[in-house]
């Protein structure tokens, strides 16, 4: 399996004790996809499935070693079939995905087109909630040529306006 250097799906799994299957990755050979969640953000992306990959659990250990191997334009790659493993590096158990989110539902059950579509650069939203005091915001948009509105979710006060990106013609 292979994957673009720049995803980092292994951001996105929990690291609450309490709900082991979620401190993994998956992958999902047949639609060529890897997955990660925490039970709060969901995340897949595209992957190239190679000779002899199969479905299930891949450890985010093993993504991040892989990370580190090659040149920074390489894509990152491992093998996945009865361990998970970093070629000519190292070999990771590949745990039950028993219990694993159907991910796919979450992304398949939105609808198939956004009422408004806008560009945000995530950083900047993070700073505005970082200024407003709370990881908990809600966002207001308005069109996408005005500045979204965000306010903190649970009644601090404050409001803060973020600035849309520029989508591409293709977006």
């Known amino acids: 399996m292979r994957i673009d250097r720049r995803f ?9 004790p309490a709900v082991p ?20 953000l969901a995340v897949r992306v595209p992957a190239i499935i190679e000779e002899g990959d199969t479905t299930g659990v891949v450890p985010a250990d093993a993504l ?18 009865g361990a998970v493993e ?5 070999s990771f158990e590949r745990h039950t995905q028993q219990g694993f989110p159907n991910i796919p539902t979450a992304f398949d059950g939105l609808p198939q087109k956004a009422k408004i579509t806008v560009g945000i650069n ?7 909630a ?19 509105r965000v306010t903190p ?15 591409g013609l293709d977006g």
């Open 8 to 16: 980092k799906p292994e951001v996105a799994v929990s690291k609450r």
């Open 64 to 81: 991040k070693l892989a990370r580190t191997i090659g040149d920074k334009d390489d894509a990152v790659r491992l093998n996945c079939n």
């Open 153 to 167: 979710l649970h009644g601090l006060g404050g409001e803060a306006i973020v600035m849309p990106v520029k989508i």
């Open 86 to 90: 970093v070629p000519g590096v190292a």
């Open 21 to 40: 299957v979620l401190h993994h990755c998956r992958l999902d050979a047949e639609a060529g996809v890897i997955e990660a969640t925490d039970g709060f």
């Open 130 to 148: 970082k200024a407003l005091g709370t990881d908990q915001v809600r966002v207001e948009v308005f069109s996408q040529r005005h500045g979204i």
């Open 122 to 128: 995530a950083a900047i939203l993070h700073q505005a």
